[in-house]
Every structure is written in C-alpha cells, then in structure tokens.
C-alpha cells in the first residue's frame, strides 16, 4: 500500500533470512570444531528435517487438538465468519475454518500448512473481552501469518535447532568427531574438546536464542501486514493491550498442549520478566503497540481512512485511550463489558456463563 511500510516488511524478511543463515553457521560450526563426519550431521539433519515435516504437515490438527477447540458454524458464530469472509477476500485467499477454544484466558492464533489448509482459534476469554472493531484486528494479523506461510517459517527454524541439539545431545554422550582427530594427531584434540563444550553447552543456547528472534520477528510482519490488511492499526494496537493485562489477569494454564502452542498466539499466554524476556517467542507489548500507533500516524498523515470506519462497523465499545493502559489494570479497559453485542455465539464449552455476546 505504501512504499514505506512495503520497505518495512522488506527489512523484517531479510532479518529472518539473516537469522537463518546464523543459525545454520552454528550448525557448520559445530561440525567442524569437532571433528564429526558428513555421514553424522548428515544423520541429525534428516532426523531434525523429518521430526519437524510431520508436526509442520499436521500443525492444524494437532494445535486444534491441543487447544481442545471446536470448529463453529456461521449460525453459532456470524460476526467471526463476517469478518474472516471479508478480509480473506480482501486478500484473494481461500477462507479458513474457524474454531473456538473453551479457555477464558484471551488469546487467538492461526494454524495450517497452507491457506487452504488453515485454521483460525479465538479464545472465549478474547471474544468477550474485546469489541468487533479489535476483534477485526486480531484476526487479520492471524491471517497475515497464513498467507506469509509463518508456519513453515517456523518448522524451519525448529527443525534446524533439533538438529543442533541432537548434535550437542551426541557429543555430550558420545564425544566429538574421530575423522580430523585421526589425521591431525593430539593437536586438534584442543580444539575437540573444545568444540565438544561449545556445542553442548553454548550451542543449543544459542539456536533457541536464534529460533525466538525469527519468531518475533514474524509477529512484527504480521501485525505490520495485518494491519495494512485491516487498514485500521490501532484497533489491533488496543487489542494487544487488553489482551495483555487480560492474560495477566486470567492466565493460561500451563500444560504440554497449551505450550505447544504458545508460540503461534497473538501474545504470550505466560509471563516473560527478565532474563526470560530473551527467550520470548514474541515481542515486548508495549514496543508493537508503538509500532502500530506510529504506523497510524502515517496512514493519517497519507489521508489513509480506517477500512473499519469505511466498512461501516459499529464503534461502540472502543477507546483509543485503552492503548495507553499499561498498568495491568484491566478494569475500566473494555474487560467484561467491551465485547461486542453483534451476531452472539450460542454454543458454550464451558460451566462459566460468558458474559457479553458470546455467552448464553
């Protein structure tokens, strides 16, 4: 839509490439430091290749699985099915399923190997927290993770962190590499066993330190394309910040399901302070609401009018003063009273009553 933004994505994809050309420099590191053979890294490579082909190939169905979500239909849920129908044709994609998770924790995320075999999940927690307007912003940033193939962006990144931490898992039980060893004498055995500390230890930290910069980056491409699909960035700027709050609030259990799946969320469905901040699969809230505010204030300044406005969507229920609330105060913010009244959801998972349009 704009050159400028259009550079921004440019940016982002060539981080990522970057980034993938680092981690595979670990990769040939650790090779030759320690001495290993073709026939091994060759080994790990298809191991880590074919581990991650399956997951890739049947990630809808297993993050489905791991939600326990259940697929709607248009009757149960038409506000959802209006708005997934209209931006994926905006974008000339096939439309994607759309599910619904029996957690009142707010989150969504989008799954699938291709745009047509794709899913879309919305909490319960999310449909009532939020209003359409912010709804419509969520999931156009979900979208935007399909049709960028996100979900291979990410296999490929994971297949190739198994791979170094099968090779540091085989040094640290077996030991380095013979073959130099064998030709070179005593000399490289420095160097072995250096190689061996390196890749055991370091290594690993290193590839999973890679993995999540792919994957934050990926999430600022999505609320950056989303959002020019939406043409409306601040509605998933303040989504954000509910969501935000609304996890701290009313976070997730944590089980071997739901942090499977973590990574593909909208936001972090668990805390991360800190040190554990480097090894978050998504950005700091506060710098992508930032990104989209400032992205606003260019399509303004382009006299770019909001698609949501020119779509003719009701507004009630939004404040772009919610966006500034980093407090973690979720009173006041649209919790419990911003979801939005239009088209309701019957079916309910749950024995909690939902309050709002999605409820009984």
Not at 106 to 131: D, K, S
Not at 211 to 220: K, L
Not at 264 to 285: C, D, K, Q, V, Y
Not at 297 to 309: D, H, I, T
Request: charged share 15%; net charge neutral; glycine share 12%.
């Amino acid at each position: 839509m704009n050159g400028k933004l259009r550079v921004h994505g440019h940016c982002n994809g060539l981080k990522t490439t970057l980034l993938f050309a680092l981690m595979w420099g670990v990769i040939m590191l650790i090779w030759w430091a320690t001495g290993g053979g073709q026939r091994t890294l060759g080994i790990y490579i298809l191991i880590g290749l074919g581990s991650t082909f399956a997951s890739y190939w049947f990630s809808d169905k297993l993050a489905i699985a791991s939600m326990h979500a259940q697929e709607v239909s248009e009757q149960e849920a038409p506000v959802l099915y209006k708005i997934v129908r209209e931006l994926s044709a905006k974008a000339g994609k096939p439309m994607p399923r759309i599910y619904i998770a029996p957690t009142m924790s707010p989150n969504a995320f989008a799954t699938g190997r291709n745009e047509r075999h794709a899913a879309v999940c919305c909490t319960q927690g999310i449909l009532q927290m939020l209003n359409e307007r912010e709804i419509r912003g969520v999931l156009g940033h979900e979208l935007m993770h399909v049709y960028n193939h996100d979900i291979l962006t990410s296999a490929i990144a994971s297949a190739m962190a198994t791979v170094i931490s099968y090779l540091g898992y085989s040094l640290m039980y077996f030991g380095g590499g013979n073959s130099r060893d064998d030709r070179n004498g005593s000399s490289s055995n420095g160097l072995g066993l250096l190689g061996v500390l390196l890749s055991t230890i370091l290594a690993p930290i290193a590839a999973s330190l890679i993995q999540m910069a792919i994957s934050r980056t990926r999430e600022y491409d999505a609320d950056e394309d989303g959002s020019m699909l939406t043409e409306d960035p601040e509605a998933l700027a303040s989504a954000l910040n509910k969501i935000s709050n609304g996890a701290e609030a009313m976070p997730m259990q944590k089980t071997a399901g739901t942090q499977s799946v973590a990574a593909m969320m909208i936001a972090n469905p668990f805390s991360a302070e800190g040190f554990s901040r480097l090894f978050s699969t998504h950005p700091a809230t506060e710098d992508r609401i930032a990104r989209l505010m400032q992205m606003s204030q260019e399509m303004k300044a382009r006299g770019v009018q909001s698609g949501y406005l020119a779509g003719g969507y009701a507004t009630s229920g939004y404040a772009s003063a919610d966006i500034r609330r980093q407090d973690g105060d979720v009173s006041g913010a649209g919790f419990g009273s911003g979801g939005y009244s239009g088209g309701g959801y019957s079916r309910d998972y749950s024995q909690n009553p939902v309050q709002g349009g999605y409820g009984r």
